[in-house]
């Protein structure tokens, strides 16, 4: 329960700092608009990326963005689609990703997630329980969209412990949420079920499911291949090794971070997670 807990404190911070953030700029966000094949779209703007399936009777959004951005959003939709949002899917519960939930919400969109997803978001007081998911899952779920579907499958214990990849119908394109963060180190929530060996073990176990056409929308990043996201896997596995050397060799955490990671990964750090906090985070991983 108390680790639960730490993970409830967690996804506050997350949202009040990003949130906080998006407030004073949220005038000057905008929204724009990446065909990726017949029926689906990138949406970038302030927060994780959006993946867009237009469906013959309806459109489904993978993730929210802020509240603030919502009109913009929509308005984004609406230059490529005349079908109402009908479905919106969280890839995970973190703010920058589902603040925007209660906006669509009370427009009448179904809010679909992981049932951890909906178990944390409903503990924080912060969050706008109108956009609470009305619809959540254990394992998988197909959401029906006409006569085609849009897959979601649950990665247990990666960067959360609610985290959802998303497959989409007759192309090959899917959302990895927080499962990837392009060229930076990631986020890996160790309060709220986040494993640093499980975010390996999901990230490998979905690579060997897509090939090197796959277009991947990432959580944070550019628009991505396979490649790009083994990358990822690649330097999170040798910062791993890294630090374990440098814990068997006696040090502290605080001499970890005072020693540093090679060279090599100093591009990687940047505002959220820095060198530091990823060598806090893989320490105590190890």
Do not use: C
Request: a negative charge; zero cysteines; charged letters at 20%.
């Amino acid at each position: 329960m108390r680790g639960l807990k730490l993970g409830f404190l967690s996804a506050v911070l997350w949202l009040t700092a990003t949130t906080a953030q998006a407030q004073s700029n949220m005038e000057n966000v905008e929204i724009k608009a990446t065909q990726l094949s017949e029926r689906v779209y990138m949406l970038t703007g302030m927060g994780g990326n959006i993946g867009v399936y237009v469906g013959d009777d309806g459109v489904v959004m993978i993730d929210a963005q802020y509240k603030g951005l919502a009109e913009k959003i929509s308005a984004a939709i609406a230059e490529f689609s005349n079908q109402p949002i009908r479905t919106l899917v969280n890839t995970h519960f973190h703010g920058d990703h589902t603040d925007g939930n209660a906006a669509f919400a009370k427009q009448g969109v179904k809010v679909v997630a992981h049932e951890n997803v909906k178990t944390r978001l409903a503990a924080n007081e912060k969050f706008d329980q109108a956009g609470l998911p009305t619809i959540t899952f254990d394992n998988a779920l197909e959401v029906k969209t006409g006569g085609t579907a849009v897959s979601l499958k649950h990665y247990p214990n990666g960067h959360t412990d609610g985290d959802v990849v998303v497959w989409f119908p007759s192309s090959n394109v899917i959302h990895a949420g927080d499962l990837f963060f392009v060229d930076r180190f990631p986020f890996i929530d160790l309060n709220s079920g986040g494993n640093v060996q499980g975010y390996i073990d999901n990230v490998r176990a979905v690579i060997a499911e897509i090939d090197g056409d796959t277009q991947i929308i990432p959580g944070h990043g550019a628009l991505s291949k396979r490649s790009d996201w083994l990358r990822l896997v690649q330097m999170i596995e040798a910062t791993r090794e890294e630090v374990m050397t440098m814990k068997e060799q006696g040090l502290s955490e605080d001499d970890a971070v005072a020693k540093g990671l090679s060279e090599q990964w100093a591009d990687w750090s940047w505002s959220f997670i820095n060198e530091e906090r990823w060598i806090r985070t893989l320490y105590k991983s190890v």
